[in-house]
């Protein structure tokens, strides 16, 4: 390839990584600022002396505001609901594993039994499943609170579970249309081999097919982590104390503070996507890989 | 169908749609009912079978003319971008070079960062007082004293992009992505064999291999631009004036502000009404007769 080539791709990448990174780095120049640099015009780069009490505020919320009583002998506004924050790392991380779980186990044995099994309203079934997705979130809110509230007798606000129960018809949907899609480009002859050979329905998704479909399988889990370890409105909406909060409900009352301490909310959220990112880091070859059957390189 | 099938189509279905079904109906029904109510939460004793009164008085409403102009202008500048540059970045990121790699996982991160935190940073740094864009631009001499550019009516909407842009490129090029990587190679090297040069094989084969991507990647970017709340609401709070007051805005005031669950509901399906026209039209416009979502 010319050197014209060359050229663009290194233009190219040091302007992709810019817009994608500054924001970023910004971020973390502000972390580690107190409230008065933070707050200064013009706004340094990089603060000549960084400082941590921001994460240490979020981490040991207790602590860090008796030290800094000591120190200045007076209480600047700090949000208390940061106190919160290691708990709902904890929700978060709790309630993606068990949706990553659930669309691993329930997407595929629908997408399977979508694409393989020729069934009178299979059709009507799978548009019924995804046609939830066309509504606005902010339409449905009100009767997934209802729902919520009594659901089948049992009131799960503010219980894990009800987050778990909305995430999980939020994510599976999206992640049996692309297992569909997957699924569909795979030729079924080995299945109809080992079916011949008397593997049941359930043995042939199990040895035959789930071995091939594994990049699709990472894809899915993948998207559905990510999803519910993003989402904010609905956890806010099914959760009412602090205990059963999640990461993005946590660090939006944070944000919602009357006087915003900007360098702990920054804080704050360079911590909450630290898990997403490793996650992507390390699966992010079967995401490419796993969202279209055939991508091989 | 065969034998134990029935029993399997149980299995197979009952986990998965016993966690969408009530998710989906019931919301959906609760939203139609309570459109035709006069539903007021401040009246609480006031609620009665309305017709379509809650949509004649969405439509006839003070704010339906501005927003409307609000959501198309951030949907007709947003989508567009949105597509042209995801698939750039596919078209970069599926190249063969050093540290691709590490450029494909870094297109990924701002999906990591929570929507609040990437409205807040945007936020800040357009401020009037502190932001660094100021900073930056005064440095070199580009302006005198600092401009409040959220106060300003289009830089406020061109903040809201920027800020819509960086959240919502991952997946659009994830897609694109991984559906370029689909190409058979067959077809390049037939192409070259055919004498075809780059702008060529990019247009008759990427392209046209990418259609049913284009499609997803259309609706997904339409359909998030509608909605699009919670920058608004982060960054803009529908302002200056009621200039980036978008329509899902609107729902959200009337629902949580106003606490009119009529007006609110009938507001939203008026919305789900043009996502599906919309949808409809992308349909045809990319002639992908039927996109096989099953077999």
Redesign the interface.
Same mark, same amino acid.
């Given at each position: 390839m010319g050197t014209g080539y060359r050229v663009a791709i290194v233009v190219a990448s040091v302007v992709v990584a810019f817009w994608v990174l500054f924001p970023i780095l910004w971020m973390f120049s502000i972390s580690i600022q107190t409230e008065p640099e933070i707050h200064s015009a013009p706004p340094s780069l990089w603060p000549a002396q960084p400082n941590y009490f921001n994460y240490w505020f979020i981490f040991d919320t207790s602590s860090a505001i008796e030290a800094r009583l000591q120190e200045s002998g007076r209480l600047t506004f700090l949000p208390a609901v940061a106190r919160w924050f290691p708990n709902a790392l904890v929700n978060s991380v709790i309630v993606g594993l068990i949706i990553t779980g659930i669309n691993l186990i329930a997407a595929t044995l629908a997408s399977y039994t979508f694409t393989r099994i020729r069934f009178r309203g299979s059709g009507l079934l799978f548009y019924m499943s995804v046609a939830g997705r066309l509504i606005p979130p902010v339409a449905i809110v009100v009767p997934y609170y209802i729902i919520i509230q009594n659901f089948f007798g049992l009131n799960l606000l503010d219980t894990l579970i009800a987050v778990i129960l909305v995430h999980a018809a939020f994510t599976l949907p999206i992640n049996i249309w692309i297992l569909n899609t997957y699924l569909l480009a795979i030729p079924s002859d080995i299945e109809d081999a080992a079916r011949v050979d008397g593997y049941g329905r359930l043995e042939t998704l199990f040895k035959v097919v789930l071995p091939v479909i594994k990049p699709g399988l990472v894809a899915i889990g993948i998207i559905s982590f990510m999803v519910s370890w993003g989402e904010f409105f609905f956890s806010f909406m099914v959760t009412q104390t602090q205990l059963s909060r999640t990461l993005p409900v946590i660090v939006g009352f944070m944000a919602a503070q009357p006087y915003k301490p900007v360098g702990i909310l920054m804080a704050g959220g360079l911590v909450a996507m630290l898990p997403a990112l490793v996650i992507i880091a390390i699966f992010r070859r079967y995401l490419i890989r796993g969202l279209v059957a055939g991508a091989v390189r | #169908?065969q034998k /134990?099938?029935?029993k399997?189509?149980l299995?197979?279905?009952l986990? @998965?749609?016993s966690? !969408?079904?009530?998710? %989906?109906?019931?919301?959906?029904a609760?939203?139609a009912y *309570?459109s035709s109510l006069r539903y007021d939460l401040k009246y609480p004793e006031e609620i009665a079978f309305a017709g379509f009164d809650n949509y004649i008085e969405v439509l006839t409403s003070y704010y339906m003319a501005d927003s409307t102009v609000a959501t198309v202008t951030f949907v007709v500048i947003t989508v567009p971008l949105l597509v042209l540059i995801s698939l750039g +970045?596919a078209l970069?990121l599926s190249?063969n070079?050093r540290?691709v /790699?590490f450029?494909?996982?870094? *297109?990924?991160? &701002?999906? @990591? *960062? &929570?929507?609040?935190? $990437?409205g807040?940073?945007?936020k800040? !740094?357009f401020d009037a007082?502190? /932001?660094?864009f100021?900073?930056f631009l005064?440095?070199l001499g580009l302006i005198d004293s600092?401009v409040p550019w959220l106060n300003l009516r289009w830089p406020a909407l061109l903040v809201l992009v920027v800020a819509f842009l960086?959240v919502q490129l991952p997946l659009p090029t994830?897609?694109f992505? @991984? /559906?370029m990587?689909?190409i &058979?190679a067959e077809l390049y090297e037939a192409a070259t064999i055919d004498g075809a040069k780059g702008w060529a094989k990019f247009k008759t084969i990427t392209l046209t291999w990418l259609r049913p991507f284009m499609l997803i990647v259309a609706v997904y970017s339409t +359909?998030m631009a509608?909605?699009t709340?919670?920058l608004v609401y982060?960054i803009t709070a529908g302002g200056p004036g009621n200039f980036t007051a978008v329509i899902?805005y609107y %729902?959200?005031s009337e #629902?949580f502000t106003f606490l009119n669950?009529g007006r @609110?509901?009938a507001l939203?399906?008026l919305? *789900?009404l043009v $996502? !599906?026209a919309l949808?409809i039209a992308y349909f045809r416009a990319l002639r992908v007769g039927r996109i096989? +979502?099953?077999?």
């Open positions: - | #169908m /134990g099938d029935l399997f189509i299995i197979g279905l986990p @998965a749609l966690f !969408i079904f009530p998710f %989906t109906f019931y919301p959906i609760y939203a *309570v +970045l970069l190249q070079f540290g /790699g450029l494909q996982w870094l *297109v990924l991160v &701002p999906w @990591a *960062v &929570p929507l609040v935190v $990437s807040a940073i945007w800040w !740094i007082n502190y /932001g660094i100021n900073a005064k440095s600092y960086w994830l897609l992505l @991984a /559906g990587q689909s &058979p +359909l509608i909605w709340f919670d982060v899902s %729902t959200w #629902m669950f @609110a509901s939203a399906f919305v *789900v $996502s !599906i949808i096989r +979502l099953r077999a």
